[in-house]
């Protein structure tokens, strides 16, 4: 009768070992019961985690990234509209802060830009990445001083300042060399850092608003919405056929010398065409002086901001309150309107 007590204690001890073995490719034993799910709780896609999942208890058995499931998984996560996130997910060392004088090669030619990262950049959560194009004469950091974009973002965005090549603009012809230089830096930055990209960008002042306008056009099938400010419809007199298709917030201002006012509402109708909107409008909240079109199609918004200004990037600091007129602060009219984009 001992050895059969015996017997039964040793079966009843290998017992508890099966059901440990079973329970290993679960959670662990130990202090730390966390589950893939758990490791995920309360975070979002894209964010750094870690789970004990196969038994061990001191050391994660899952180190990566929150899917868009809620589940800790190895590899690049899976975020964004289309469950995409760039290649430049979870890359280490990738610079951040305001970096001037960067280059890149296009069709064999070096061409330069600005870039700021905000310097809470993590890697693992996707960003917007919004392309800034100057108008005339000046560059791209320039323009990143006078546009007032990146206080307005709150880190929630990667921006790039390209250069251009000639002092009286860019090159919207079709193959062009900017438009080479806009598909290499989107290239290049979801390469080198997490961009969702289902939030890529792109906005542009004068001669930036006239290329603006024509990759939105273009490249709608890249290109989630676009802002130009005192720009030209795409295309000659906006007959242009384009691929895919964006949202579009357009500000113009209204004492224009050099781009009339006309040019900029051809551009509102072109977009308000290619978007399927009626002309009924409603007040848009973000900025009581712009109106958004309604009935247009399933995400892609058509807003129309007129401000008293002349041929100047829309602002509330300069121009166009001196004698009390409509203005509209471009920075924080832009960045809602991008933001709205999830």
């Not at 001191?58 to 868009?68: E, H, L, R, S, W």
């Not at 224009?256 to 006012?261: Q, R």
């Not at 109106?291 to 602002?315: I, K, M, N, R, T």
């Amino acid at each position: 009768m001992e050895r059969l007590g015996q017997s039964r204690l040793v079966v009843a001890a290998l017992l508890a070992l099966g059901s440990v073995g079973a329970c290993k490719q679960k959670e662990s034993l130990g202090v730390n019961r966390q589950t893939p799910s758990q490791a995920c709780a309360g975070k979002p896609c894209g964010e750094a985690c870690s789970a004990w999942s196969t038994g061990a208890v001191t050391t994660p058995d899952v180190v990566g990234y929150c899917g868009t499931d809620g589940i800790c998984a190895a590899g690049t996560p899976s975020c964004g509209i289309d469950g995409g996130a760039s290649a430049g997910c979870g890359k280490p060392g990738a610079a951040t802060g305001q970096l001037t004088g960067q280059t890149i090669t296009v069709a064999g030619q070096t061409r330069t830009y600005a870039l700021s990262v905000p310097t809470g950049y993590s890697g693992v959560t996707p960003l917007a990445l919004v392309l800034v194009w100057h108008g005339a004469n000046i560059d791209g950091s320039l323009a990143r001083t006078l546009f007032n974009l990146e206080s307005k973002s709150n880190g929630a965005a990667i921006f790039v300042y390209p250069d251009g090549l000639a002092a009286g603009g860019w090159d919207v012809s079709s193959g062009s060399a900017d438009f080479q230089l806009f598909e290499e830096l989107v290239s290049s930055m979801s390469s080198s850092y997490c961009i969702d990209p289902n939030r890529i960008f792109s906005t542009g002042h004068s001669t930036g608003a006239v290329m603006t306008n024509d990759l939105g056009c273009t490249y709608g099938d890249v290109l989630r919405a676009i802002a130009p400010a005192s720009g030209t419809p795409p295309g000659t007199g906006g007959g242009a056929t384009c691929t895919g298709k964006v949202g579009a917030l357009i500000a113009h201002g209204e004492n224009d010398p050099m781009i009339p006012l006309s040019q900029g509402e051809a551009t509102r109708d072109f977009w308000i065409a290619q978007n399927g909107c009626t002309t009924q409008t409603a007040t848009w909240a973000p900025e009581p002086a712009c109106v958004e079109y309604q009935g247009c199609q399933p995400d892609l918004p058509v807003v129309w901001c007129v401000h008293d200004g002349g041929h100047a990037w829309p602002s509330r600091s300069y121009g166009c309150d001196l004698d009390g007129g409509t203005c509209i602060d471009g920075g924080s009219a832009i960045w809602a309107f991008f933001s709205s984009f999830h």
